[in-house]
């Protein structure tokens, strides 16, 4: 008879992301808290820097009545934190941490990593110390709030998210043994490396050994800090079988658990609310296309958009690009296309030629200079999709049926072009293509589908091999998303099925339409926390058992 699920009765969190929206790990705290905050009300806390001291943080809620008498103590003791709510679904508890103040003992904190755990911080640069500072600060909150409000009759779990939190939890580990601890790797930061340095991961995964790739791309710091939390938490956990696999591999560790990325639905308007959402974005991407281009673009427009991190390989942006290019010359497309590509680049300012326009209304039929990007950069001779569409010839001429356009901004709101939030304008999206390379979930064809919005990734992709195994197939369009066969090599090939997929798209009629919407929001209730959440029980049962078994 199986032994009864050990649950936790306090639950800390830390990660650079709490109250600091980056990217796809702030998705996932966010969304996933909400749920958690209502099986465990107050019982659960998140970690965060505190990057914005004196300026206002529209994300954080300040509360200087939540644990005064704790908040009081741990100032006494040096500690500075502000505590309060995170403004999210559920409003979690939150405390942020100022780790400045730890970088005059950052050698004796490496030395320590080093006698107790073997972590070589001896070649650390770039964001390694102020990930390390803030690890360490957190580890200190987790310690001083357990000692003053649980100790050790309480079942606590510390869960730490990514190589940026791993001296921390190794801190915890060795200085608080009766909170259990568990590390969740989102993407090893070797595997990214490989993958980013235009290496094939997949075909030679293998026969790499993470350590010694570490030292030839210069990450030994982060990769080290990373194996050795993967070796010695109570539980290590990863997000995907794709990149459990990596871990094998490159970290020397089978995960624990697989934690899946849900999606919470409350993000998701509903009934009328939904459709006229949709006709408003749809409206404002089509308004910017044409001030932009001077072309006309009508309801008929099929609007496909890809979205994420600027990372040109890793997320399939080139691949991306190449379907454009293809689709130029597709004798199948029946409807024009509109491609957006949304991923933030080194933005020096909101252009004021498109701003005017936008400002005065109307339509036109002229074009802007460089009609292909929103937004000003720094240095437009280096971004590698401004040197594409030049390459190619691409300029959006005013008859050309496939129009490209780079917004290479965050759309929080305030980008000075749109003035409208991602998910504000996702809704409006008719076809989202993530023809990834390095994708240990993906966040981003997950939102889509959870948006109705049909979506196109990868077999290399963790959102991918889920939507196939959810379905007992392989995924096609028709199913909502299609899941494009990718290898080390055969990028090429991707770009031509993207292409062909679009023009597909481009065939169905309203009906079918339709029906792939629903099919494609059917896939994404399947992947709400209330579903996956069982999961994280599932790591903290497994982490509490090893730590209790330490006592």
């Not at 529209?58 to 100032?75: C, E, H, I, S, T």
């Not at 990325?261 to 959402?277: I, L, Q």
């Not at 997950?446 to 196939?468: K, R």
């Not at 909502?480 to 770009?495: F, H, K, L, P, T």
């Amino acid at each position: 008879m199986r032994e009864k699920r050990l649950v936790p009765d306090f639950i800390f969190e830390s990660s650079w992301e709490v109250c600091n929206k980056m990217g796809g790990i702030y998705t996932v705290l966010s969304t996933r808290a909400k749920t958690l905050q209502e099986q465990c009300p107050d019982k659960l806390l998140f970690i965060g820097p505190d990057l914005w001291k004196d300026k206002e943080n529209p994300l954080f809620l300040q509360d200087d009545k939540l644990w005064r008498p704790w908040v009081k103590a741990a100032k006494e003791a040096g500690l500075q934190v502000r505590v309060g709510r995170w403004n999210i679904p559920g409003k979690p508890c939150v405390v942020l941490v100022d780790f400045q103040p730890y970088y005059e003992i950052k050698n004796e904190l490496y030395a320590e990593a080093w006698n107790d755990f073997q972590v070589d911080s001896l070649h650390a640069y770039g964001d390694y110390d102020e990930a390390s500072m803030f690890s360490y600060a957190a580890a200190i909150v987790v310690k001083s709030f357990y000692h003053y409000y649980l100790g050790n009759k309480k079942k606590v779990v510390y869960q730490a998210h990514e190589w940026m939190t791993c001296l921390g939890a190794l801190y915890i580990r060795k200085n608080v043994p009766e909170i259990a601890t568990v590390f969740t790797t989102h993407a090893t930061s070797i595997g990214r490396s490989i993958a980013g340095n235009n290496k094939p991961l997949y075909d030679y995964l293998w026969a790499y050994n993470g350590s010694q790739m570490a030292v030839e791309l210069n990450m030994e710091a982060k990769h080290s800090v990373e194996r050795q939390a993967a070796h010695n938490v109570d539980c290590f956990t990863t997000v995907s079988e794709v990149t459990g696999r990596e871990c094998a591999e490159l970290l020397d560790k089978q995960p624990d658990v697989i934690l899946p990325n849900g999606f919470e639905a409350d993000f998701v308007p509903k009934g009328a609310a939904f459709s006229k959402r949709r006709t408003e974005a749809r409206k404002k991407i089509l308004q910017v296309a044409n001030a932009l281009t001077g072309a006309e673009f009508t309801d008929d427009t099929l609007i496909v958009a890809t979205s994420g991190r600027y990372e040109y390989r890793n997320k399939g942006i080139d691949v991306f690009l190449e379907a454009a290019y293809k689709s130029l010359y597709d004798s199948d497309l029946q409807r024009p296309v509109l491609m957006l590509i949304q991923v933030p680049a080194w933005v020096e300012s909101p252009r004021t030629d498109l701003q005017e326009r936008l400002r005065m209304g109307g339509t036109y039929n002229e074009p802007l200079q460089d009609p292909v990007i929103t937004h000003n950069l720094h240095e437009t001779w280096n971004d590698p999709v401004l040197n594409f569409l030049r390459s190619h010839g691409m300029k959006n001429d005013i008859h050309s049926r496939v129009k490209v356009i780079f917004v290479p901004c965050y759309l929080d709101g305030n980008d000075g072009i749109f003035q409208m939030p991602y998910y504000d304008l996702l809704i409006g999206d008719d076809l989202a293509a993530y023809p990834s390379y390095y994708e240990p979930w993906g966040y981003t064809p997950l939102e889509a589908v959870a948006f109705h919005v049909p979506c196109i990734t990868t077999s290399l992709s963790g959102f991918g091999v889920w939507a196939s195994t959810s379905i007992g197939r392989d995924s096609k369009l028709e199913d909502g998303v299609e899941v494009i066969s990718r290898n080390d090599y055969n990028a090429q090939e991707v770009a031509e099925e993207l292409s062909a997929n679009i023009a597909l798209y481009s065939t169905f009629d309203k009906k079918t339409i339709d029906k792939v919407r629903r099919n494609a929001a059917k896939l994404a209730e399947k992947a709400l926390w209330k579903n996956f959440i069982r999961y994280y029980y599932d790591a903290y049962d497994f982490a509490l058992r090893n730590a209790k078994a330490r006592q």
